[in-house]
């Protein structure tokens, strides 16, 4: 239905910023919503935050604690996730998804997924 690809991820400091985008293909992606995910080595994968097409109504992960932000631009049909004040707990492949139905904070609530994009932070 909908292609997904993550960009924006690298190498950075503790207390550093990141800009991840998620640029979709096709119709479905800006029709619904759409949702961050994240995994870190030997983690199950994990909920970020999520954002509606229509009204961008955000909901987030306790954890992120007013250090994210999910956006998204309607026009460019892209998705992103604005991360500051990153903490080496951070480091983690970072995943973005088409929402189908369901809880947001579950990834079989998502029927596409990007191929992921590498955040590592810096002690």
């Known amino acids: 239905q909908v292609q997904l690809v993550e960009s924006g991820g690298g190498l950075v400091q503790a207390g550093g910023s990141l800009r991840l985008s998620c640029a979709a293909s096709g119709r479905t992606f800006n029709s619904g919503a759409g949702g961050w995910f994240r995994q870190a080595p030997g983690k199950e994968r994990e909920f970020v935050a999520a954002i509606t097409w229509r009204f961008g109504i955000a909901y987030y992960a306790d954890y992120i604690k007013g250090r994210f932000t999910i956006s998204r631009d309607n026009a460019k049909n892209t998705m992103y996730l604005q991360m500051n004040s990153l903490k080496p707990e951070d480091t983690a492949v970072y995943y973005c998804?088409?929402?189908?139905?369901?809880?947001?904070?579950?990834?079989?609530?998502?029927?596409?997924w990007g191929q992921g994009t590498q955040v590592t932070v810096s002690s």
């Open positions: 998804a088409a929402f189908r139905s369901g809880l947001y904070s579950y990834e079989s609530s998502y029927d596409a």
